[in-house]
Every structure is written in structure tokens, then in C-alpha cells.
């Protein structure tokens, strides 16, 4: 989620050279009403951590804070730098979203150090304000002191209020961790493992599943098998070559996971990216694919409300680093559960918004379900293979 519109412990247990840490993610399938409202979310091989996936959309995953550990669900996010939860000093009646979720009490952890330091995270719906502590983290198993966490106090809108995750957990490059601050800068949690040389290889991987079809086709509210890896990859979760793509120099300054696309087409008819090319972030915390704000909406195909045309509806393909990836409307296409009849309804995973960046799109979700993603920090690179996808998973 790139922030605009809307990791001591005995070191010895996972030195470098010990296996990827995979943390299991959820994701949780969307209901109609709110794809109807969809726009911009929020937002050494150490281990796995398995996700949850929300609505074909959302994916979060746990970490604990402080000692003993508070547990927590974030987003693992590789468009922001922060790790941040909502605070005990939230105000619930103000702030409905503080009391829907799980929140950080300092009082009650031993290992809470004051940071000082006020943190204001920019957000469509809203600024989220609170201030920075250090504390004691556990992911995938692997135990962290002294990491720099975002306590939230001030959580404005409603896409918070209705979200099942707490918070988020940025992956994204330091350089645009908040605030900003070249004599002390805040490091995200990948940072401090890197810094630590506790990862075999200073890389990370997204397996996004992708869940049965709603409740007209008897799919699930959730469904599992997604996971984050750090330190490494997880080959049973891929197929292929992994077709790596280099970052330009740019990217220094923006921060994201930042490739060049040189061509979009939605059939056979280029729509996009083949004069000046397309700066693309890579995104695991946006839900869909963003396009930029100007840009002609019109040449993506009308997707009928009630999934009537889906089976009809052309690819859409992206050229990144000379490669053509496409995407089928099973991935391209979201869909939601209709609230009263329990049919399923449909709309386009592509929308256009200003992100921060003129011209820039986001590479979401839907394309990041088909393709598993490799970001790799000592090269500066961005991998792509294809991702093994559940063989009981429904499609259209």
C-alpha cells in the first residue's frame, strides 16, 4: 500500500544459513457491497508466514509486540516502510476503528522503550497519527528487540473500521519509512533482519492463493495456503523460470518495488505503455490494479455486474522486462457475494486513481495471485514466475 490516495533474542537460532521462514497469510473473499465501494487499500531464509486472504483482496498475516506478546494482524505491504498497530490511548468513541481491532498496550510489556518521535501516516481515507516506540517483535518465529513500532492513536474512515486486519507491516525500502529522519532513521522490520544477518539471502516472496468463487458457486468467506517468505523462496509454490526485472535508477528516490512495463494490451490491441513505457509499483497491499488518474478507463472491458459476460471477457496482458505476462478475467475480475439474494456479483480489478507520482500505475493483487513475486534488495530486482494455484480453486 504506497501511502497517497487512499525483528535480542539468542541470535544463534537463526543465524545465516538457516532455512526460509514462511509466515501463513489469510485472505477473506469480498462481498458485493464492498467491491462496490473498492478503491486504493489503506493500503538468512528466516521464515513463512502464512496469510489470510480477505475478499481475493486483502491478505494479512501475524506478528506479536512486546513481551509477553501482544498478537496482532497486519498487512505484509510492499508499498509502505512502516510497522504500525493501533495504541491502548486510541480514542474508541472518536475513532469506531480503534474499537473494532486489537490494540498495543505499553503498560503491559517489559520491553516497551520510548522512541519520542510522533509518526503521521497519510492515507485516502485519512491521516493516521500516533507516535513511535521500540519494542520486541516476533515474526515467523524469529524474535527481534529494539524495532521501531508505530502506535496509532488517531485512525480516521471506514475503510479501518471494517477491515479484519489491526495494522500493517511495510516491506517496501527505508527511504520512505516515517518520519524521515537521516540521522536516525527508521528501519522496517526486513531492514533489521538484513542488518542483523539473520536471512541467507536478503530477499522475500509473496504466494498469493486465490479462493473458490462466493456464495452463488459455494465458495468461502476465507481460504488459506497464502504465505510471505523471508530469506528465500518457496519453490513448491511456482512453476517456471523465474523471469527476474531490474529497477530503474528512479527508484532510488520513490522508495517501492518500481519496474518499467513496455507494453499493455487487453486482447490483441495495445492500450498503454508502448511509447514512454510505465513506471509500475509492485504492490501487495493494493487490491486491484491502479491505473493512472487521466488515464482512458474505456479501453478495459465492461464487466457485467451479474458475472454474465466473464467467460467471454479478452486477457489483458503487461510486457516487464521484455516478458509478456497475461492476466484472464479469473484473476483480472473481482468477485463478491450479493448481500441479499446470495448471488455472485462482478466489477473490473482495474480503476483509475492519482497515487502520488504522476503517470505511475500499481500493480495489485490480481495480478500478484497469478504471479508469485520475488523481491530481491541486493539486486535491486523484482522476480515473476507463475504461481501454483490450489487445484480444488474454482475458476471462471
Same mark, same amino acid.
Given at each position: 500500500?504506497?501511502?497517497?490516495s487512499?525483528?535480542?533474542?539468542?541470535? +544463534?537460532?537463526?543465524?545465516?544459513?538457516?532455512?526460509?521462514?514462511?509466515?501463513?497469510?489469510?485472505?477473506?473473499?469480498?462481498t458485493?457491497?464492498?467491491?462496490?465501494?473498492?478503491?486504493?487499500?489503506? +493500503?538468512?531464509?528466516?521464515g513463512?508466514?502464512?496469510?489470510?486472504?480477505?475478499?481475493?483482496?486483502?491478505?494479512?498475516?501475524? =506478528?506479536?509486540?512486546?513481551?509477553p506478546?501482544q498478537?496482532?494482524?497486519? %498487512?505484509?505491504?510492499?508499498?509502505?516502510?512502516?510497522?504500525?498497530?493501533?495504541?491502548?490511548?486510541?480514542?474508541?468513541?472518536?475513532?469506531?476503528?480503534?474499537?473494532t481491532?486489537?490494540?498495543y498496550?505499553?503498560?503491559?510489556?517489559?520491553?516497551? /522503550?520510548e522512541?519520542?518521535?510522533?509518526l503521521?501516516?497519510?492515507? +485516502?481515507?485519512?491521516?493516521?497519527?500516533?507516535?513511535?516506540?521500540?519494542?520486541?517483535?516476533?515474526?515467523?518465529?524469529?524474535?527481534? $528487540?529494539?524495532?521501531?513500532?508505530?502506535? %496509532?492513536?488517531?485512525?480516521?474512515?471506514?475503510?479501518?473500521? =471494517?477491515?479484519?486486519?489491526?495494522? %500493517?507491516?511495510?516491506?517496501?525500502?527505508?527511504?520512505i519509512?516515517?518520519p524521515?529522519?537521516?540521522?536516525d532513521?527508521?528501519?522496517?522490520?526486513?531492514?533489521e533482519m538484513?542488518k542483523?544477518?539473520?536471512?541467507?539471502?536478503?530477499?522475500?516472496?509473496f504466494?498469493?492463493?486465490?479462493?473458490?468463487?462466493?456464495?452463488g458457486?459455494?465458495?468461502?468467506?476465507?481460504?488459506?495456503?497464502?504465505?510471505?517468505?523471508?530469506?528465500?523462496v518457496?519453490?513448491?509454490k511456482?512453476?517456471?523460470?523465474?523471469h527476474? /526485472?531490474?529497477m530503474?535508477?528512479?527508484?532510488?528516490?520513490?522508495?517501492?518495488?518500481y519496474?518499467?512495463?513496455?507494453?499493455?494490451?487487453?486482447?490483441?490491441?495495445?492500450?498503454?505503455?508502448?511509447?514512454?513505457?510505465c513506471?509500475?509499483?509492485? $504492490?501487495?497491499g493494493?487490491?486491484?490494479?491502479?491505473?493512472?488518474?487521466?488515464?482512458?478507463?474505456?479501453?478495459?472491458?465492461? /464487466?457485467?455486474?451479474?458475472?454474465?459476460?466473464?467467460?467471454?471477457?479478452? $486477457?489483458?496482458?503487461?510486457?516487464?522486462?521484455?516478458?509478456? &505476462?497475461?492476466?484472464?478475467?479469473e484473476?483480472?475480475?473481482?468477485?463478491?457475494?450479493d448481500?441479499?439474494?446470495?448471488?455472485?456479483?462482478c466489477?473490473?480489478?482495474?480503476?483509475?486513481? &492519482?497515487?502520488?507520482?504522476p503517470?505511475?500505475? %500499481?500493480l495489485?493483487?490480481? &495480478?500478484?495471485?497469478?504471479?508469485?513475486?520475488?523481491?530481491?534488495? $541486493?539486486?535491486?530486482?523484482v522476480? &515473476?514466475?507463475?504461481?501454483?494455484?490450489p487445484?480444488?480453486?474454482?475458476?471462471?
Amino acid at each position: 500500500m504506497a501511502p497517497s490516495s487512499l525483528i535480542a533474542f539468542g541470535l +544463534g537460532a537463526a543465524a545465516a544459513g538457516a532455512a526460509p521462514v514462511h509466515v501463513p497469510v489469510t485472505k477473506r473473499p469480498r462481498t458485493a457491497s464492498a467491491l462496490r465501494t473498492l478503491s486504493r487499500q489503506y +493500503g538468512s531464509p528466516i521464515g513463512t508466514s502464512n496469510l489470510t486472504d480477505f475478499q481475493d483482496s486483502e491478505y494479512y498475516g501475524p =506478528v506479536s509486540i512486546g513481551t509477553p506478546p501482544q498478537e496482532f494482524q497486519v %498487512i505484509f505491504d510492499t508499498g509502505s516502510s512502516n510497522l504500525w498497530v493501533p495504541s491502548q490511548e486510541c480514542n474508541s468513541t472518536k475513532y469506531p476503528a480503534c474499537k473494532t481491532h486489537n490494540k498495543y498496550d505499553l503498560s503491559k510489556s517489559s520491553t516497551y /522503550v520510548e522512541d519520542g518521535r510522533n509518526l503521521l501516516l497519510p492515507y +485516502g481515507s485519512g491521516i493516521c497519527a500516533g507516535k513511535l516506540v521500540k519494542e520486541t517483535i516476533s515474526l515467523g518465529g524469529v524474535v527481534l $528487540d529494539n524495532v521501531a513500532v508505530g502506535t %496509532i492513536n488517531r485512525e480516521p474512515g471506514e475503510v479501518w473500521e =471494517v477491515s479484519p486486519f489491526d495494522g %500493517i507491516l511495510g516491506l517496501a525500502y527505508p527511504q520512505i519509512a516515517m518520519p524521515v529522519d537521516v540521522d536516525d532513521p527508521v528501519l522496517p522490520p526486513v531492514d533489521e533482519m538484513m542488518k542483523r544477518k539473520l536471512l541467507d539471502e536478503n530477499k522475500f516472496a509473496f504466494y498469493l492463493a486465490t479462493c473458490k468463487l462466493p456464495s452463488g458457486t459455494g465458495g468461502d468467506e476465507t481460504c488459506d495456503g497464502s504465505q510471505v517468505t523471508f530469506g528465500g523462496v518457496d519453490e513448491t509454490k511456482f512453476s517456471g523460470d523465474i523471469h527476474w /526485472v531490474s529497477m530503474p535508477k528512479i527508484q532510488e528516490a520513490l522508495g517501492y518495488w518500481y519496474v518499467s512495463g513496455s507494453d499493455m494490451k487487453v486482447g490483441d490491441n495495445t492500450v498503454a505503455c508502448s511509447k514512454k513505457g510505465c513506471g509500475m509499483v509492485v $504492490d501487495t497491499g493494493t487490491s486491484v490494479i491502479v491505473a493512472p488518474a487521466s488515464f482512458d478507463m474505456s479501453v478495459f472491458p465492461d /464487466v457485467s455486474s451479474d458475472c454474465s459476460n466473464v467467460d467471454s471477457l479478452p $486477457d489483458i496482458s503487461i510486457t516487464l522486462g521484455g516478458k509478456e &505476462f497475461s492476466l484472464g478475467p479469473e484473476f483480472y475480475v473481482l468477485r463478491g457475494a450479493d448481500d441479499a439474494n446470495e448471488n455472485d456479483e462482478c466489477q473490473l480489478g482495474v480503476i483509475s486513481q &492519482f497515487v502520488g507520482v504522476p503517470g505511475m500505475w %500499481i500493480l495489485g493483487d490480481p &495480478f500478484l495471485r497469478k504471479y508469485y513475486s520475488i523481491y530481491d534488495r $541486493d539486486q535491486d530486482q523484482v522476480g &515473476f514466475a507463475l504461481a501454483n494455484q490450489p487445484s480444488a480453486t474454482v475458476v471462471v
